[in-house]
C-alpha cells in the first residue's frame, strides 16, 4: 500500500498539539498537509481519534468526500470538498482533545485514508464503524499523532 505523507505545521508527529486546537483553546483544527493521492482514488477520509480515552477510542473528527487532488486544509476549516461528521461530543466538525483532568497523557491519531470509491457510512459513525468501512479498500494511507494532557 502506498504511503501519505501527512503532517500539520502547528505540532510534529508525536509532538504536543497546542492548546489553541484543544478544547480547553480556541478549538480550531490543526492546519494540515498531505503527499498526493494514488490516480484511483475517488476521495480521501480524515480521521482523528483518541484510543486513550476512558470509555475506548474517542472520534474527534471525521471528514469524508475530500478532493483526492487537495494537498492540505487551513487552520480551522474542513479539508477541500470534505462533509463532516458529528463528533464525540456531538458536534459536527472538530472537537479538539479534552481529556478527563489528570487522566495523564492521550495520544491523537489524524488517519487519511485514499479510497477507490466513497464509503457507505450513515447517522454518527463510530471510530469502529470508520476502521471496518475502510479496512481492505485503503488504496494509500498516513498518519499523525499528536498528544495532549490536562
Known sequence: ?????????????????????????????????WSAAPGDTSELVLLCEDPDAPGGSFLHWLVTGIDPRS??????EPPPGGQEWPNGFGRVGWGGPMPPPGH???????RLWAVPEPLSLHGRPTVDAVHRAVKGRELASGTLMGTYQR
Do not use: C, K, N, Q
Open 1 to 33: 500500500m502506498t504511503r501519505i505523507e501527512l503532517s500539520s505545521e502547528a505540532f510534529d508527529d508525536h509532538g504536543e498539539i497546542p492548546r489553541h486546537h484543544s478544547g480547553e483553546g480556541d478549538d480550531v483544527s490543526p492546519p494540515l498537509t
Open 71 to 76: 494537498a492540505g486544509t487551513a487552520e480551522g
Open 104 to 110: 495523564g497523557v492521550h495520544r491523537y491519531f489524524f
